[in-house]
Structures are given as C-alpha cells and as structure tokens.
C-alpha cells in the first residue's frame, strides 16, 4: 500500500515533533510555518532532530512559509497550530486544496471542526474531509530544530465531518499512528477536550509562580496543588454537563488520565501525581502562551456558550474566562467561539448533532 504523504502546519512544539516522527516512521513531510525565521534553523538542517522513544534526524521534504507549497498534492494535512488560528489557516488553505485531501485538526479543541467545516465548504468545487482529535498525541517540547517526545498517548479519539467518513480517516492515520481510534461525531471530540480543563485554570491559578521563576517548575506536578484540582474537578463536572445535554456520553478527565496514561488515584489530584509523562515537563515562561489565548476562547467560551443555549450554568468556567479577559485585557467572550460563530445559535441538541455528523442543514454563520 502507498503511505499517504503528509503537511503539517506549524512549526511550534507540536509541530516539530509530529513533522520528524512521521519523517522517522518514513513518511513524506511537508512542514509549513507562517514565520520564515521559525524555520531557518530547520532549513539550515534540513530536518529536525528527535529524542524520546523514537530517536534520530526527521528529514523534511519541504520546509516553507507558503501555505500553497506545503499543502499541494498532499493526501493529509495536518494542522498543529493554536486553536485560535484555525480560521485563519482554514481561509489560507481554502484556494489550494484539492478533492480527496483529509485536514485533521490537532486537536480540534472545542468545536474547531465545525469551525473549520462552515470556511470550507465555501469551496462548493472540492470535496474535502475535515476532521479534528480530541487531544494532542504527543506530550512534547520543541525548539530551533529539535524536538523531544516525553511521552505518546496510549489512546486519542478522532472524528469527521461527515461522520460516517471518520472510519476511512482513521484507518488510513493508523498507518502511522495506532492510537488513534474512531469516535462516534465531532461533539465526542469537541467535549472531551480535557485540555480546557488542564490548560488554562492551573496557568491563571499560578501567573505569579510563573511571572516571578519564568515558569521554571513542574506545570503538572507541581501546579496542579490538592486545592487547584478541586477547582478543575469542578470545572470538569460543568463540561460533563454540557455534554449530557447534547446527547455525548463524556470522558471524565480523572479516567482520561487513567485510559490515556494508565493513571490511578482516587481523585484528579493523586492521579496527575501518578502519571509519568508529565514529569518534567515545564509551565509556560510567560502568560502569553496558548494555554489562555487558546484554551479560553476556542475550548471554554464555546462550552460556557453551548451551555447558555441549553441551559446549563457553567458558573466555575464563566470564572475563569473573566479572570483571563482580566488578566489579557481582552474580551475573550467576543473573541471565542460562540454559537453564534459556529452557525449553531437557537439550535436544539439535536440539531446541533445532525450538524455535527455532517446532516445537510442551512447554516447561518455570523
């Protein structure tokens, strides 16, 4: 069988990571960064050099800030970069793509699927598969060309729209990556985005640590206090609520850290201590990191959102989204993703999920 060929957009940890594993596992890789001086380094190389389970130098077939370059003739796209990105390379793709191309979102976060899908089908010429994880397959940090893998998770979800496409996409990513398993639609995928419970909380809770040491400590292990995890657990029990509400049976993130990293304790605090992949991995150097400008607009705005529309008070989570507008000085409310954006406001849950599985429907998006 011939190995798909591969884009992956964006250079930052994930991206280099993912780009030199799958050059390692023999696939040919395209990478793509909107900064040119991103990539010098990779192109003085030539490739990206790997530790971690897999080790050695990942060599890039190309290297370019060219969006058309990266993504021409490529079977699968895959898109790295910061949720709150997404449209922006959704509509910088959209002249190029070609039919029979598969754009995999990684992860998704909160809806990003149905984000992306509502920017592409303005191409009414292609036919495009979009389709978008629950979580990122590699706990990793990367930099100037090299990348290190602390640890690749045991299981990650995937779905697409239309859903009955995810079967294809994902037998043809388990050539690559066998973790990855089947779910049911992108609402699975969206509401067990376990990094909107992870990410933004502990960064907000710990901006002092981190503005005072430039993030010189264990994110996980030491972040994540026995009182810290208790604000998470509830805001875990908000997100599980919104999901019940629209028929998605959701993952806690206390058994997702036992199916991902075979985690036990008794409550999310003794099982974050006992999961090995995230020893030794750092909190952000500054504030201005991904886990607020990302998290909070593109995987806690649309669940405080969703929950609105449905009824469901998402109190904790409508906390820490003020805190962060606060914090940035931006109205993160305006910015994320809301119903509205997504074309979903006044929906029931069930039109929400036809949607989701790719249900022809007429879709205003604001």
Not at 161 to 177: D, E, G, K, M, Q
Not at 181 to 186: F, K, T
Not at 192 to 199: A, P
Request: charged share 20%; with cysteine; hydrophobic share 40%.
């Amino acid at each position: 069988m011939k190995l798909p060929s591969f884009a992956v957009i964006g250079a930052g940890n994930g991206g280099q990571a993912m780009a030199a594993h799958l050059s390692l596992m023999g696939f040919s890789v395209n990478l793509y960064n909107r900064t040119y001086e991103k990539l010098i380094q990779i192109l003085n190389n030539g490739g990206i050099y790997l530790e971690g389970p897999t080790n050695g130098f990942g060599e890039i077939n190309k290297i370019t800030d060219d969006i058309e370059e990266a993504i021409s003739n490529v079977d699968i796209i895959m898109v790295t970069i910061p949720a709150s990105g997404h449209s922006d390379i959704a509509y910088e793709m959209l002249p190029y793509l070609k039919s029979g191309q598969i754009i995999v979102l990684n992860p998704g976060r909160t809806f990003g699927a149905i984000e992306f899908y509502n920017i592409i089908i303005k191409r009414n010429d292609i036919d495009v598969t979009i389709s978008e994880t629950d979580t990122f397959i590699y706990a990793c940090r990367s930099n100037n060309g090299v990348a290190k893998i602390y640890r690749i998770k045991d299981v990650v979800s995937l779905a697409a729209i239309p859903s009955w496409r995810t079967n294809y996409v994902v037998n043809l990513l388990n050539l690559a990556y066998t973790q990855i398993i089947p779910a049911e639609n992108v609402l699975v995928t969206s509401l067990n985005n376990i990094g909107s419970i992870f990410h933004p909380t502990p960064t907000l809770l710990n901006s002092a640590r981190i503005e005072t040491t430039d993030g010189n400590f264990q994110y996980y292990l030491e972040g994540i206090s026995p009182s810290v995890a208790k604000i998470l657990e509830r805001i875990d029990k908000e997100r599980i609520a919104v999901a019940h509400a629209l028929g998605v049976n959701a993952v806690t993130a206390l058994d997702w850290l036992k199916e991902t990293y075979g985690s036990h304790g008794d409550n999310l605090y003794e099982a974050i201590q006992d999961t090995d992949a995230y020893r030794g991995l750092s909190a952000p150097k500054t504030l201005e990191c991904r886990y607020i400008f990302e998290d909070v607009p593109m995987s806690l705005v649309p669940i405080s959102s969703i929950g609105k529309q449905l009824g469901i008070p998402t109190h904790t989570i409508d906390s820490v989204i003020h805190l962060a507008s606060c914090m940035h000085e931006k109205n993160y409310w305006k910015i994320g993703r809301t119903a509205q954006k997504l074309g979903l406001e006044g929906k029931s849950a069930d039109e929400i999920r036809n949607i989701a599985c790719g249900v022809k429907e007429e879709i205003t998006v604001a």
